[in-house]
């Protein structure tokens, strides 16, 4: 049966990637002192042992440009080709202009189609596929999605439930149309049920007093993980059967599962839901924490020394909205 949603003249493929963290890293240890709480504690209850956090002086655009660099330098890639740049936080420098116009600025992008994607943490996935469906018009040759938040400036210190799971960083990708690999799917879906559970209410238009915001700390991230918990393991295994069923693939076809990394029992829940086979989820969990829109793009530039060119390759995350998905694509690299 011809999948409908996967039908198109050329891919969208992956041409080159990229990643930034900051060099400053926040340990568990570090936590100890902040709030009542233990490296043992967060290691059996998130698997994550440090986060890497931006100096203050930084903002969400600069982690950007790093990564940018960073894929232009290992991918021998030149800028100016680039005609469209998406970047997918909910962490912007600031509320106006849209940080992809900072991040065009800073790398001397003048005749770019520059635009933010707020989806949370499943900002990466909402823009790669919008990246890869301008791609598939024929309109856009040379689309860079970035995903990248400084989520440490939303995080209160001392407050266990959240300083436990958040650090910085930026990941890029650089699509390219192509006739063999590429986005084959995706599956995107959002409601809007998620926003007493994951929210930062301060900052837009309904609360913009920066200075009653501080008095009612409405500018921190805030929680109820045990309901986003329950919510990301349903929701990203619903999303990743639906594209394996529309693409009649089995699980055992994957090669590689990339999961958003927001807590290693989050990331093995989905694997069990799925039934993906034992060492076939990637995570770099450990040593980032939850980077928001940059979780999925980092961890594949971490770990492409165990991708081989053709692997199939199932995207999944799950977000604040509530915002979800999956995409699947060959990796053309
Ligand atoms: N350190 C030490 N103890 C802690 C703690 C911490 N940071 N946080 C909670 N506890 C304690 C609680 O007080 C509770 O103690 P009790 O049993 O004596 O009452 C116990 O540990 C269990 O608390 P609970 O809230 O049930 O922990 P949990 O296993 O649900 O883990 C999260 C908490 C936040 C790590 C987890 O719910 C989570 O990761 N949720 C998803 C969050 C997320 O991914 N957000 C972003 C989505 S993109």
């Not at 949603?5 to 060099?23: C, D, N």
């Not at 059996?44 to 930084?58: A, H, N, P, S, V």
């Amino acid at each position: 049966m011809q999948n409908i949603y996967a039908s198109k003249p050329y891919y969208a493929s992956i041409t080159g990637i990229g990643g930034y963290v900051p060099l400053n890293k926040r340990t568990n240890f570090d936590l100890e002192e902040l709030c009542d709480t233990s490296d043992e504690w967060i290691v059996k209850r998130t698997g994550i042992k440090e986060r890497r956090i931006l100096d203050k002086e930084f903002a969400t655009s600069d982690m950007a440009v790093m990564a940018v660099q960073n894929l232009c330098t290992q991918f021998d890639k030149d800028l100016s080709s680039v005609d469209a740049l998406i970047v997918a936080t909910s962490t912007p420098d600031v509320m106006m202009p849209a940080t992809a116009n900072i991040v065009a600025k800073k790398l001397d992008l003048d005749n770019v189609w520059a635009f933010d994607i707020n989806a949370a943490c499943s900002g990466f996935l909402y823009a790669l596929d919008m990246g890869a469906s301008l791609v598939e018009t024929g309109r856009y040759k040379n689309v860079l999605v970035i995903g990248a938040d400084n989520i440490s400036a939303f995080v209160d210190i001392h407050d266990r439930s959240t300083n436990i799971l958040f650090g910085d960083g930026a990941g890029v990708v650089w699509l390219e149309p192509s006739l063999d690999n590429g986005v084959i799917d995706a599956y995107m879906q959002s409601n809007g049920n998620g926003r007493e559970f994951l929210n930062i209410e301060g900052g837009g238009s309904l609360h913009p007093d920066s200075k009653g915001l501080i008095d009612v700390e409405k500018h921190y991230i805030r929680q109820d993980g045990k309901v986003v918990f329950k919510q990301a393991i349903q929701s990203m295994a619903h999303a990743c059967n639906e594209v394996l069923k529309r693409n009649n693939l089995s699980i055992d076809q994957v090669d590689w599962l990339v999961p958003h990394q927001a807590n290693k029992r989050i990331i093995d829940g989905v694997g069990k839901e799925i039934k993906i086979e034992m060492g076939r989820t990637l995570s770099n969990i450990e040593y980032f924490g939850n980077t928001i829109a940059a979780t999925i793009p980092l961890c594949i530039w971490e770990n492409i020394k165990l991708l081989q060119k053709g692997d199939l390759l199932m995207l999944t995350a799950f977000g604040a909205g509530f915002s979800w998905g999956a995409s699947l694509l060959r990796w053309g690299i």
